[in-house]
């Protein structure tokens, strides 16, 4: 069970374009979701955290407008990287719990970005 | 200071060997600890959770956990090459998820 999807696994674009990545919860009502960040031998970092029907929060640094995170519904969360370039080149991995505070998160497999 | 402290590593053990990797904490009330193995370009998976005082077994793992130190380590018995991966120390505080910045293990056949 806890099974997160996450999609595409993989993207390569041209520098300016917009993209989107979508977390699925499968079996099971995500009201909390978060985003993160990890760069090549380093550790996840949190960019934010969303719930369901309200906006996400922001860690410190993120810039809001240029990382968009939509969670309509209990079992999907979007975070669409605008106006992208090569130094948001990363790995961006989701996570997802039932409701706020429940413990493990459970992960997306991950998607590797990578701006042309 | 950080929440979660872990040494980056990379921690090198033998084929076979014992691998310890430990982790410290900064908030005496943190109620909730986990381990997760990364590998290469994958997402974290859950290996080991722990929530009282002691020594929790599952197979070759082992995690301790010592709240008046606070300190959370993780045991690997009979280390296997396919455990050479980062090791995610994660620590929960009220609703808050902390992540330590992982130590790298490499098993050597």
């Known amino acids: 069970g806890a099974v997160v999807s996450q999609h595409p696994s993989w993207v390569i674009c041209k520098s300016g374009t917009s993209v989107k990545i979508e977390c699925r919860s499968l079996?099971?009502?995500?009201?909390?979701m978060f985003w993160y960040r990890q760069f090549p031998k380093q550790s996840l970092m949190l960019m934010a955290t969303s719930n369901e029907g309200s906006k996400a929060t922001y860690e410190q640094g993120v810039e809001k407008d240029k990382f968009l995170i939509n969670h309509a519904s209990l079992t999907l969360s979007t975070l669409t990287v605008t106006s992208a370039h090569p130094e948001d080149s990363s790995f961006y991995i989701c996570?997802?719990?039932?409701?706020?505070?429940?413990?493990?998160?459970?992960f997306g497999d991950g998607t590797r970005l990578s701006i042309l | 200071q950080k929440e979660v402290e872990q040494n980056s590593g990379p921690l090198s053990v033998p084929e076979g060997a014992i691998a310890s990797l430990n982790c410290t904490y900064s908030d005496r009330v943190s109620q909730s600890f986990f381990w997760y193995r990364q590998y290469s370009g994958k997402s974290p998976e859950l290996i080991m959770s722990?929530?009282?005082?002691g020594d929790k077994e599952d197979g070759r793992f082992t995690a301790q956990l010592n709240k008046a130190s606070q300190y959370v380590s993780l045991l690997i018995r009979d280390s296997q090459p396919s455990d050479s991966a980062t090791y995610l120390c994660a620590v929960i505080t009220g609703n808050q998820f902390y992540f330590g910045t992982g130590t790298s293990l490499t098993v050597i056949p």
């Open positions: 079996d099971f009502q995500a009201t909390t």
């Open positions: 722990i929530y009282s005082n």
């Open positions: 996570s997802a719990i039932p409701r706020p505070g429940d413990q493990p998160q459970h």
